[in-house]
């Protein structure tokens, strides 16, 4: 069953053998009159699949602000009580995967800190590449010491932005982000809130989508545009890169902070984002079709049956499908009710090869040439087990078709890769992979393929995945990686109790203790 090295048994298969993760999910709503928390609540029910390690809402009613947050599903973190008890007319709300910081209670999202006239409470999706600089500015600004949620253990960038957020007496929250937003590189998509407005802001390149959405009494601001539909908001436009919102009672407010850079993330339009999005104008699930398209085009082979790896492959499949004329079937079922586990099995089952997710529908692929259709390849584990699995169950040949081209390079700007040594195609040909895999052969879609299939200017793409082209610019290695923060070398102090600093009763103090 192809177990990692930790002996770890991959994903669809198995469990913990992870494909590539997005950082985050992020919604903002200002709403008066309606259950902003419910609201919340569904929009990130929809933005579940950006990431599934903690959820938090935070809602304000004009003179205090709450945050609750925990490890967890957003439907495992918060029920009618907890979602009755957090009343107000804006909310924010997160649900994290970890790019930046372990996964644990402490950088769990919305972070919550001090402002000169009240309290911040911040969602971001996105990686900061400059967080050695960042780290640097507040301690010039604030002082050495560990204050706020740095104090209680948070070890992310984000904890930073809050941080730098607290301004002075001088500047209002808005001044002081119009401030601080030129200073951040990388990718971020940010929603924030004090106790009377909400905020919204998008990097120069515009790298991780953010949309904004109209309701019959007030405004949404979320990561895609299903988490608009659910909230039966109507899609309004992008946020623009190097925009900054502000939504209050006197209505909204635009600011460019920077100039547009654009350089969207391609992997959007390959994997992480939910087919029925729409990102620059153009449908996720036309474009995955038109991927599948090109790949029967540019690989094609004589087989069948084309059969999807269900769910992320399969608008891909079914292009391929059309395009070459070989039917196309579902030669595997998904268990629809396996989420994250955190049960290990034992070296008994793992030898077994249980399979937890993943079912051959062996009546249907016995005996069949198959085409199989996924959206990517990274470590290559899963589709090792996957092609011994359809041979086992009976597969004449297994010939592999992937819909983006070899990932080669680290993400940096929010997506969780495998590090460059882990990664299957740096060092290998298509030919050898496919050799290593088992498969009888292996085609990747071209990158201009794909990029037209996105219907997008290349020029306004990031790539950096497969090309090892970056559009913004990157620090020296030391001062890059997930856990950069919690390296004791930094020029961040011993902890203080930074809750002085936050308004009594305008809920910091309890947000900030692990319930």
Known sequence: ?????????????????????????????????????????????????????????????????????????????????????????????????????????????PTLGPTAAGTVALGHNGNLTNTAELVELVAERYGSQRRGELARGNTT???????????????????????????????????????????????????RPLVLGRLERGWVVASETPALDIVGASFVREVEPGEFIAIDSDGLRSTKFATPERAGCIFEYVYLARPDTTISGRSVHAARVEMGRRLAVEHPVEADLVIPVPESGTPAAVGYAQQSGIPFGQGLTKNAYVGRTFIQPSQTLRQLGIRLKLNPLREIIRGKRLVVVDDSIVRGNTQRALIRMLREAGAAEVHVRISSPPVK???????????RAELIANGLTPDEIG?????????????????????????????????????????????LGKHLLEQNELPLGAPEDGLVAIIPGAGGATALDHP
């Not at 957003?74 to 910081?101: C, K, M, P």
């Not at 390079?409 to 590090?419: E, K, L, R």
């Open 409 to 419: 390079w680290p993400c940096f700007y929010g997506i969780d890769f495998a590090s």
């Open 157 to 207: 960038d984000t904890a930073l932005i809050t941080a730098l957020l607290a301004g002075d007496p001088d500047h209002t929250l808005e001044a002081t982000a119009l401030e601080v937003l030129p200073r951040l590189r990388g990718a971020f998509s940010l929603v924030f809130m004090d106790e009377r407005t909400l905020y919204a802001a998008r990097d120069p390149q515009g790298v």
């Open 1 to 109: 069953m192809a177990p990692r090295a930790d002996g770890r048994l991959n994903h669809d298969l198995l469990p913990d053998e992870k494909g590539p993760q997005d950082a985050c999910g992020v919604f903002g709503v200002w709403a008066p009159g309606e259950e902003v928390a419910k609201l919340t609540y569904f929009g990130l029910y929809a933005l579940q699949h950006r990431g599934q390690e903690s959820a938090g809402i935070a809602t304000s009613n004009g003179s205090q602000l709450l945050v609750y947050k925990d490890m967890g599903l957003v439907s495992q973190v918060f029920d009618e009580t907890a979602l009755n008890a957090l009343q107000g007319h804006i909310a924010i709300g997160h649900a994290r995967y970890s790019t930046t910081g372990a996964s644990n209670w402490e950088n769990a999202q």
């Open 435 to 479: 050799a290593s895999l088992g498969a009888d052969s292996l085609g990747y879609i071209s990158e201009r393929s794909l990029i037209e299939a996105t219907e997008q200017p290349a020029s306004q793409l990031c790539t950096a995945c497969f090309s090892g082209r970056y559009p913004i610019e990157l620090p020296s290695a030391d001062q």
